[in-house]
């Protein structure tokens, strides 16, 4: 399932936030955006979950998703986004069963299915044990994990994640990575750890001041030029030694 979306422009007031970006998502793919505190990630990105209306057009297949309901929507897409917080109390479970709603009618209960469904969504993020702890009293990191195990729970088929690794200590972040990216779905994941985007994104876009300006395979993206123009930061770029992979060396931010 492909997302394309296309010239999304978002303004507030009068500061043009989003500023015409295309972009698209092949099916089954990871992609990564990424981009300094600011820059219009999480706008972009609700525009997409329609959280913000747009200018522009966004497609997931051939469903318009400015144009369609939300509960269409939330039957293919699933999301993860920055702040977790609710103001009424609700136990682990409860909280990952809200994930089936898209997939029921209006006074259907849940049934068997329903549960083993998100007994398994508890499972794969080690939270089995918590299901009927109350929501509000977990620690970032859990409350984050929850939230993904709602999606899991809600069976998408296509995810967008803001930050979805914001929270967690770095066992978690490695293991919501690896969740995410088993599910073989396509996925559209604002980073700011760019090793992580260069281990777990296919392609990457590189926003700045709300535009896109560079968009490619992670070794053409994170470069040292790339990296000092958009972060304002100097680096070296080298390749890991045990894992392969792409490394960043940090140096000093401009
Ligand atoms: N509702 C709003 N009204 C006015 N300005 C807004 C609104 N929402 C976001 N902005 C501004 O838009 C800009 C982009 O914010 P956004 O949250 O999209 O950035 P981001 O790239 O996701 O940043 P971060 O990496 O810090 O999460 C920021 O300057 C923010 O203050």
Do not use: W
Not at 14 to 32: C, H, N, P, T, W
Not at 69 to 78: A, D, I, Y
Not at 157 to 176: A, R, S, V
């Amino acid at each position: 399932m492909e997302l394309n979306a296309r010239h999304l422009s978002v303004s507030f007031s009068d500061a043009d936030i989003v500023k015409d970006v295309s972009l698209k998502v092949k099916s089954k793919q990871f992609v990564g955006l990424i981009g300094p505190n600011g820059c219009g990630k999480s706008t972009l990105l609700k525009s997409i979950y329609k959280v913000i209306k747009p200018r522009g057009e966004v497609f997931l297949a051939d469903t318009d998703l400015i144009k369609s309901s939300p509960k269409e929507v939330s039957k293919k897409l699933g999301v993860v986004g920055q702040f977790n917080e609710l103001s009424f109390d609700f136990t682990v479970r409860e909280m990952v069963m809200m994930g089936r709603t898209p997939h029921k009618g209006l006074l259907e209960t849940d049934n068997d299915k329903d549960y083993s469904i998100v007994d398994e969504a508890l499972h794969k993020v080690n939270l089995a044990a918590y299901a009927s702890r109350s929501y509000n009293s977990l620690s970032g990191g859990e409350k984050q994990r929850v939230i993904l195990a709602r999606v899991l729970a809600q069976q998408p088929e296509f995810l967008i994640l803001d930050e979805p690794t914001n929270h967690l200590d770095i066992k978690y972040q490695l293991q919501i990575l690896n969740i995410v990216r088993k599910l073989n779905i396509g996925i559209l994941a604002a980073l700011h750890d760019l090793t992580l985007a260069a281990e777990y994104c296919d392609y990457l876009y590189m926003m700045k001041k709300g535009e896109v300006i560079a968009s490619g395979i992670p070794e053409e993206i994170l470069t040292k030029e790339l990296i000092g123009r958009v972060f304002d930061v100097n680096c070296e770029i080298y390749r890991n030694p045990v894992t392969g992979g792409l490394g960043i060396a940090y140096l000093e931010t401009y």
